[in-house]
C-alpha cells in the first residue's frame, strides 16, 4: 500500500497555521521545502557557542550590516528556516516590512550539535539552491566550523544545490569573515 500523500505548506499558509494557534509556541518548527519540521532543543553547546558568536559579530559587524539572530528568513515560495545568525546587507526599513530574501543574505550560520543532520542535508541543498553565497556551521561535537562558498543549483525540476568550495577550520585555527573587510575571527574564542 502506498503511503498517503504529505501535506505541504507555503509560507503564507504556514503563518495562517502558526496565528490560528495550531502550532504550540514553546516547539520550535522551521518550514523546510513546505514541511514543519520541529527543531531539536537546543542544549548547553550550542548556547555557549551561539553568544560567543552574538558577542563577536555585534561587535565586529558594526555599521557594515546587520545581524540578526535566530530569525527567519524567507525563501519563497515553501521554506522560512531561522538560521542562528543571518548577517544581512544593511537595509533603510531594517527588516520592518519583511524578512531577508536571498538577495539580502551576506552570510547565514548555523550552530550545530543534534541538529547537524538537517544543518549538512536539508539545509545546506536549500541555501545552495537559493544561492546563498556563504553558509557557515559550526559543529560543536567536533570543535570545528565548515564553510560553504559557490553555490550552485541543480539543473533538475526538484531543486535544491550544492557548494562547490568547502573548509573546516579546527579550534586553533583563524578565519576571514568573508563578507567583513579585514575581519578575522580566532575560533579558540568560540571553541575554548
Known sequence: MNAPPKLRFTIEQYHQISEAGILDPLVRTELLRGDIVTMPA??????????????FFVVSVGNQAIVRVQSPILLPPDSEPEPDFSIVRLRNDEYTCSHPAPEDILLLIEVSNSSLGIDRGLKLGLYAEYGIENYWIFNVQENQLECYASPVRFANSHGGGEYQERQVFSKTDSVDVPILAGVRLDLVQIFR
Open 42 to 55: 537546543k542544549g548547553t553547546p550550542h548556547e555557549v557557542c551561539l553568544t560567543r558568536l552574538n558577542k
